[in-house]
């Protein structure tokens, strides 16, 4: 990943431009933690960089953002600027500039604003690496300014400190709670994915605490944030939010928080649960129940079935023993059959479920 980031920047300066890997990619680098997405720094305009890469596309143009692929790699290169007008979170007016320090200042964090050349050497101007050094989280410039102009910042320095496992500044503390309000600009969808990279950590705890004390549990519309009780997997955390018709979820998304909402007010998990449900979210609800989660696997593997299509009947051979015509009764049948081989009640044989058949019909 660094050796083609690092060629693809010898490649802009070639055309007589300068460049940098900046970001959360260089963060990484220096803190040595695997990254994936690299974004790009340049002077070099959009219509510079089109001239130079052919596959290039220009998604955001307005923002002086442009995206490519690089053998095989997504590169986001955007141009230096600085950003005159915000609305609803985003730069409206932007002016391209060709200074790096002017276009650090306009990032949020100090631990974001490190830079690496086309050498692989890091280049930190604002003081990043002794920020991150000190395992602390400190916006670039007034606190108060860069949450107003993007509320969005406030979630992005708890997703950090949760990630890193680091602490947030004093200015930051203060300033999120007297901006805390402003949330209420933001999109549920904006909020969601942030949140949603929050709950993936596996530091959690110091998210949702963060949350919690921070009060913006009130102005995020998570009513129940303070009695979350941790799970593995974050529709687990959604489900005990009461956000279903607050919050964007996709229909699968809908499904599970109910089908988990439901286990959980059964306020238990036997077989059936466990059949109906499926074992992906029967152990999310032991979590959330209290319930140990090698118990429900273990129960897993005791089904003698895990759907219809695995009992050892055919439709057209209970038509033939009882010699009727398929009809509503042969789906009664075969859910009745369905339940007991579930409960153990009668083995999923073929022989003795035609015996069942004979003798109950």
């Not at 609305?87 to 500039?97: F, G, S, T, V």
């Not at 129960?299 to 009882?322: A, F, P, R, V, Y």
Request: charged share 30%; glycine share 4%.
């Amino acid at each position: 990943m660094l050796e083609t980031s690092l060629e693809l920047l010898k490649k802009i300066e070639k055309n007589g431009f300068e460049c940098y890997i900046v970001g959360g990619f260089a963060r990484d680098y220096y803190m040595k933690k695997k990254s994936c997405d690299v974004d790009i720094c340049t002077n070099a305009k959009p219509r510079d960089l089109m001239k130079i890469f052919d596959n290039a596309t220009l998604p955001k143009e307005q923002y002086g953002a442009l995206t490519l692929f690089y053998k095989g790699i997504r590169f986001e290169i955007t141009t230096y600027r600085k950003e005159i007008k915000y609305i609803n979170r985003k730069p409206i007016e932007i002016e391209y500039i060709n200074d790096l320090y002017e276009d650090l200042t306009r990032r949020d964090f100090t631990i974001n604003t490190l830079c690496i050349n086309s050498k692989g050497e890091i280049k930190d101007i604002l003081n990043g690496i002794y920020d991150i050094n000190r395992k602390l989280i400190k916006v670039v410039g007034d606190a108060n300014s860069k949450f107003k102009e993007d509320p969005l910042r406030m979630l992005r320095a708890i997703r950090f400190a949760t990630q890193l496992n680091f602490k947030l500044d004093k200015s930051i503390i203060k300033g999120i709670k007297e901006n805390a309000h402003v949330l209420n600009e933001l999109s549920f969808q904006r909020k969601k994915d942030e949140l949603n990279k929050i709950f993936a950590s596996t530091n959690i705890k110091c998210g949702i605490k963060l949350i919690s004390d921070l009060g913006l549990d009130k102005y995020l519309n998570l009513n129940n944030m303070k009695n979350v009780k941790l799970t593995t997997d974050i529709i687990g955390i959604w489900a005990q939010l009461d956000v279903l018709d607050i919050f964007p979820f996709t229909q699968l998304e809908k499904n599970n928080i109910l089908k988990l909402n439901d286990i959980v007010k059964r306020n238990k998990i036997d077989r059936y649960t466990l059949y109906k449900h499926g074992l992906y979210l029967c152990t999310i609800a032991a979590e959330i129940m209290g319930i140990n989660r090698r118990n429900i696997i273990k129960m897993e593997k005791k089904l003698s079935i895990h759907s219809k299509k695995d009992i050892n009947i055919s439709g057209d051979e209970i038509c033939k023993l009882l010699n009727k015509e398929p009809g509503k009764w042969l789906g009664e049948l075969y859910s009745d059959i369905e339940l007991k081989i579930i409960l153990s009640k009668l083995q999923n044989n073929n022989k003795k479920i035609k015996q069942y058949i004979i003798k109950n019909n």
